[in-house]
């Protein structure tokens, strides 16, 4: 603590006061307009007290010749006052509130500042990198709060619920844009989904996870989550990576966990070819006839392809044809073919994310369920 004792309309220090990081309050304060002049002058005058001009010279090694314009500049700034003694000119510091003011509020605008050109920097070379490592989780969502409102296939989340309040807007853009947008909730009960969600649908997990969003296969942002050594984000434009964060997504983030929301539809919407086929398995064993329509794009050519018609054939290695059988992610791992044969009685042949020999990348599958139709069970009798 400084303590000053009043003599004489002067005040003088009862001990000078070293100050600590020097040079950085010198260059703080030249910051924001002090001359090295005049910073040199100030600092004298703080660490030591009232002093006469000329021992301000003395101390601070400014030229004595330049001494009283460099105080009355700096009594004109409002940052000390002088007065007369014994036919000396003294100075002293004024309180130093206001340059404490200005000092924090050039901080926060350089802080600002600074923050804005690494936002501008991180949103504008995305388009130039396949990967970018951003410092902070809040710019992480700030990416995928981007991609996600100009989703027009699909959106893959996994949030927590302050993290889904502030995407909430975003993903009724993307949902209201058509597409199809998937939830995974961490640490929420299925009382507290109301029917009024913006997604299509919403499954809840209880075991944390880290912020993942996956958007129209292209676009993937991934923080870790709250046990991670450090704050940081991945941002990538790469749908070779973001193929890999979809598996993850989907084994780990969305096929545990239990749905508690699911908005109204015409028929089952799938956005992963294999998730539709270990649903439908084994009602095509049994002869069902499923009618789908399929949207997507053609491999070759990446051109939008639209195709309507039955489920006439499933492939993928090692498949079993037991009676209710239902494949698990590892069988349909590797390779996995659907066929639809249209009202013409031609077959397409489709394929998921990556495919490339199949006449048709699946995007989005949609069952048209009130249509399907499955063929009564045997009779006992038949099955001894």
Not at 90 to 113: C, F, I, K, M
Request: aromatic share 8%.
């Amino acid at each position: 603590m400084n303590v000053f004792v009043r003599t004489g309309g002067a005040s003088s220090r009862t001990a000078d006061l070293p100050m600590k990081n020097e040079d950085s309050v010198r260059q703080g304060l030249q910051r924001i307009g002090l001359s090295q002049y005049q910073s040199d002058a100030y600092l004298a005058v703080i660490e030591h007290g009232p002093l006469a001009a000329v021992d301000v010279a003395e101390k601070s090694g400014i030229p004595s010749s330049r001494i009283y314009d460099v105080l009355t500049d700096l009594e004109h700034e409002g940052y000390v006052t002088t007065f007369e003694r014994e036919d000396r000119r003294y100075v002293q510091a004024t309180e130093p509130s206001d340059l404490v003011n200005v000092l924090r509020q050039t901080g926060e605008q350089l802080s600002e500042t600074a923050e804005d050109i690494e936002d501008v920097w991180e949103q504008n070379s995305i388009e130039d990198h396949q990967v970018n490592l951003v410092k902070q989780t809040d710019s992480t969502l700030e990416r995928a709060r981007a991609f996600i409102e100009n989703a027009n296939s699909s959106v893959d989340v996994a949030v927590t619920p302050s993290q889904y309040y502030q995407l909430r807007e975003a993903l009724a853009t993307a949902a209201s844009n058509g597409a199809v947008v998937r939830v995974s909730l961490e640490d929420v009960s299925a009382e507290q989904i109301d029917g009024t969600q913006p997604v299509t649908q919403l499954r809840r997990r209880e075991i944390s996870g880290p912020f993942v969003a996956i958007v129209d296969r292209t676009y993937t942002c991934f923080s870790p989550n709250d046990r991670a050594a450090s704050d940081y984000g991945l941002v990538v434009n790469d749908r070779i990576l973001s193929f890999i964060f979809r598996w993850y997504y989907q084994l780990c983030l969305w096929s545990v966990c239990d749905p508690v929301y699911t908005a109204d539809a015409d028929g089952t919407t799938y956005v992963s070819l294999v998730a539709f086929v270990r649903d439908v398995y084994p009602l095509w064993l049994e002869g069902a006839i499923l009618p789908v329509t399929i949207e997507g794009t053609d491999p070759d050519t990446r051109e939008d392809r639209r195709v309507s018609g039955v489920v006439s054939a499933i492939r993928y290695p090692g498949m079993s044809l037991e009676p209710g059988h239902a494949p698990s992610y590892s069988d349909l791992s590797s390779f996995l073919t659907l066929a639809v044969t249209d009202e013409h009685g031609d077959s397409h042949l489709v394929g998921g994310w990556g495919a490339v020999y199949e006449d048709l990348e699946a995007d989005r599958i949609v069952v048209h369920g009130s249509q399907v139709v499955v063929p009564p069970s045997l009779p006992a009798e038949f099955g001894r």
